[in-house]
């Protein structure tokens, strides 16, 4: 069973600064299908990154994916006020089957 | 991209059925695969299965095998999640979702699902 681990757990940051989050897989797995989400609170998450490393549609470029293998990066270059959320990676893990982390929580310092 | 919507919140007793829609705008989702996914109040997404366009393939996560059935109306574009043997665990939001390109690209609002006796 392919297991996605997420850090930090929280975030602490300030407007305008750069956020990295960071999701581990707990084997090597296929970046074709690595997502990543943003959740606020009330609101169904929304797709940010398919692929590993593609903006989805109306993404704005502050966003950024990366990563291969086990390791995988969402970077939010600068923060803007809207972007203090829970961010959650995924990846589907055949049978067809698909998994989530368990979230990291980028809160306002 | 139009949301599809689902149903309204429920609320069940322990033992009991649960059965969620989720009503996309034609031919917006007729081609897609489309997942169900759940999540706890206070707790991170947990994938429960998929069907296919046509509505004749499921798939689902071992936990649910036993208790979930996703079914799909072609003709009224809806997709459903009903849950059997409800207990106190299974409150939580349900959400549907389009699969594209690998990625869930478009989510229904969710549906909160109450189990209480």
């Given amino acids: 069973e392919i297991v996605l681990t997420q850090s930090p757990g929280t975030l602490s940051l300030s407007p305008g600064e750069g956020a990295t989050l960071s999701c581990r897989a707990s084997q090597s797995v296929s970046s074709n299908y690595l997502a990543w989400y943003q959740q606020k609170p009330g609101q169904a998450p929304r797709l940010l990154i398919y692929g590993a490393s593609r903006r989805a549609t109306g993404i704005p470029d502050r966003f950024s994916g990366s990563g291969s293998g086990t390791d995988f990066t969402l970077t939010i270059s600068r923060l803007e006020p809207e972007d203090f959320a829970v961010y959650y990676c995924q990846q589907y893990v055949g049978s067809p089957s698909w998994t989530f982390g368990q979230g990291t929580k980028v809160e306002i310092k | 991209q139009v949301q599809p919507v689902q149903s309204g919140a429920e609320v069940k007793k322990p033992g009991a059925s649960v059965k969620v829609s989720c009503k996309a705008s034609g031919r917006t989702f007729a081609n897609y695969y489309m ?83």
């Avoid at chain 2, 997942?35 to 689902?60: C, F, K």
């Avoid at chain 2, 003709?75 to 207990?87: D, G, P, Q």
Wanted: hydrophobic share 30%; charged share 20%; with cysteine.
């Fill in chain 2, 35 to 117: 997942h169900w996914v759940r999540q706890a109040p206070g707790q991170g997404l947990e994938w429960m299965g998929i069907i296919n366009p046509s509505g004749d393939g499921t798939s689902y996560a071992q936990k649910f095998q036993d208790r979930v059935t996703i079914t799909r109306d072609t003709s009224t574009s809806t997709v459903y999640m009903e849950m059997s043997s409800l207990r106190s665990e299974d409150t939580a939001v349900y959400y549907c979702a389009r699969m594209q390109s690998g990625a869930f690209d478009i989510w229904g609002q969710g549906t909160k699902v109450t189990v209480s006796s």
